[in-house]
């Protein structure tokens, strides 16, 4: 018997499986903005993989995931409507300059409600202190190192 997935869940599932840049959670200033099972996602092209995103529901029960890709607007998009107070998505990516973000982290539902301090010890400490607000809220959950090559 399968069980009803939970925000945390989600979370889990999400943060745990992909390859982003940085996932943080949008709320209505301090609190998740829907009670509702559908999480929005915003992210631009290319930060998740598509593959990725279409395999979530099946790992995912209870939760819808609307995915929007969002083009080349997106840190202006989302800046805007962190100023704006309202159609934030619940999950987005944020990038390195997460720092740019923390002056509006009661916008932020802080990760570590959901359970994010439970995963904690399977990050590298420096990236995962990138995601915690000078108060101590967390609104970024890492999800790679970002590594580069070159040959």
Not at 8 to 34: E, T
Not at 134 to 147: C, E, L, Q, R, V
């Amino acid at each position: 018997m399968s069980r009803q997935t939970t925000r945390r869940d989600a979370l889990r599932i999400l943060g745990g499986g992909a390859a982003l840049a940085g996932l943080a959670g949008c709320g209505v200033f301090g609190s998740p903005k829907n009670s509702s099972k559908k999480l929005t996602l915003w992210y631009w092209d290319r930060s998740i993989n598509d593959d990725f995103l279409a395999a979530a529901p099946k790992h995912v029960t209870g939760l819808q995931l609307e995915p929007n890709k969002i083009g080349l607007s997106f840190r202006t998009k989302l800046l805007t409507t962190l100023a704006g107070h309202s159609y934030a998505p619940d999950i987005t990516n944020i990038n390195s300059d997460i720092a740019t973000y923390f002056p509006d982290d009661s916008a932020f539902v802080d990760l570590y409600t959901l359970g994010a301090r439970d995963l904690k010890d399977q990050y590298l400490d420096w990236k995962w202190e990138l995601g915690v607000t000078p108060s101590g809220k967390m609104i970024g959950f890492p999800i790679d190192t970002g590594p580069t090559a070159l040959m």
